[in-house]
């Protein structure tokens, strides 16, 4: 059974950065899109970012974009998720996903229903 393993979550104060990341235990893990996840205290989990297997492109949910990038080492089977300039509004649960299938549509990409594999998820929480 694959495992994703996320780790460098923590807490920071505002307009600090932090970086995740997670890494599946086999390859198989990582052979479709890897993306991020948040869920807020009291909130459903909301998509945050994406990338496909060749990383030729990337999708990000508008609350984010310009200030998290997403990226991933296939060697090690593992993504990253470099995030600056945080705000409160981005303390959460960050869970990492992965999927069976590569996805070109955003769309589908941004729905937690296109990932197979989950990781228990890293906490970020961001103090103002």
């Known amino acids: 059974q694959v495992q994703l393993a996320e780790s460098g979550g923590g807490l920071v104060q505002v307009g600090d950065s932090l970086r995740l990341s997670c890494t599946a235990s086999?390859?198989?893990?990582?052979?479709?899109?890897m993306a991020w996840f948040r869920q807020a205290p009291g909130k459903e989990r909301e998509f945050v970012a994406s990338?496909?297997?060749?990383?030729?492109?990337?999708y990000y949910a508008d609350s984010v974009k310009d200030r998290f990038t997403i990226s991933r080492d296939n060697a090690r089977n593992t993504v990253f998720l470099q995030m600056n300039s945080l705000k409160p509004e981005d303390t959460a649960v960050y869970y990492c996903?992965?999927?069976?299938?590569?996805?070109?549509?955003?769309?589908?990409?941004?729905?937690?229903?296109?990932?197979?594999?989950w990781g228990q998820g890293t906490q970020v929480t961001v103090s103002s």
């Open positions: 996903a992965s999927s069976l299938t590569i996805y070109y549509d955003r769309q589908l990409a941004s729905r937690d229903q296109s990932y197979y594999y």
């Open positions: 086999e390859r198989s893990g990582s052979r479709g899109n």
């Open positions: 990338i496909p297997r060749n990383g030729d492109t990337t």
